[in-house]
């Protein structure tokens, strides 16, 4: 099982940035995946899509809901987090997660891809 | 939201003896389906974030058995029985019963 994310870089202010989670080892759609993020001020939770058998529902952290949005490409095995409207103070390494088939537990984790939101 | 409050912030432990880690919750951590969702996680230096224990006391799957977790409600504990020099790192526990997840601040454990 692995979790693969790229994606980051540089982005001014105002700007649009699209993550993505490529997932190996397993089908990605079959399990819910979250989006993580870590500053210096410690990790925050972002999301989560449900799996494709429960929908594909999101739910997302009230501080970036209509900014940020979880997606999913099955033929590519490969969650997305699309963000939009960026703040310096989303700078950020940004994970993804899988959620484990029962309960709500995130069993595996990528090693993060660095968003930095300058001018 | 579910405020979790690690302590201590920082422990210095000296190789072979235990070390432990508290957590609490602002909230009860028991989800709709009965579990109490309390997860400790790992983050050694440059390494990504690595599932320890799930539920309180589970051990994830190739996590050693130094490793420990217990607690009930709210006061929640991570041991290690006898820290290795590989444990190094920050330690987080995570609530996942309630949206949206959260985390403590993390306990930086460094080795005397």
């Known amino acids: 099982v692995q979790l693969v994310e790229s994606g980051g870089g540089l982005v001014q202010p105002g700007g649009s940035l699209k993550l993505s989670c490529a997932a190996s080892g397993f089908t990605l759609s079959s399990y819910a995946i979250h989006w993580v993020r870590q500053t210096s001020g410690g990790l925050e939770w972002l999301g989560r899509m449900?799996?494709?058998?429960?929908?594909?529902?999101?739910i997302y952290l009230g501080s970036v809901q209509g900014r940020f949005i979880i997606s999913r490409d099955e033929s590519k095995n490969t969650a997305f987090l699309q963000m939009h409207s960026l703040e310096t103070e989303d700078t950020a390494v940004y994970y993804c997660?899988?959620?484990?088939?029962?309960?709500?537990?995130?069993?595996?984790w990528g090693q993060g891809t660095l968003v930095t939101v300058s001018s | 939201d579910i405020v979790m409050t690690q302590t201590p912030l920082s422990s210095g432990v000296t190789l072979g003896q235990p070390a432990s880690i508290s957590c609490r919750s602002g909230q009860s951590l028991v989800h709709s389906d009965g579990n109490t969702y309390l997860n400790w996680l790992q983050q050694r230096p440059g390494q990504p974030l690595r599932l320890l224990i799930y539920r309180v006391s589970n051990r994830f799957s190739g996590v050693p058995d130094r490793f420990s977790g217990s607690g009930t409600g709210t006061d929640f504990t991570l041991n290690i029985s006898r820290v290795e020099a590989e444990d190094a790192g920050v330690y987080y526990c995570m609530q996942g019963a309630r949206f949206p997840y959260t985390f403590g601040q993390g306990t930086n454990l460094e080795l005397k």
């Open positions: 997660s899988r959620q484990a088939t029962t309960g709500t537990t995130l069993d595996s």
């Open positions: 449900r799996s494709k058998a429960n929908g594909d529902a999101t």
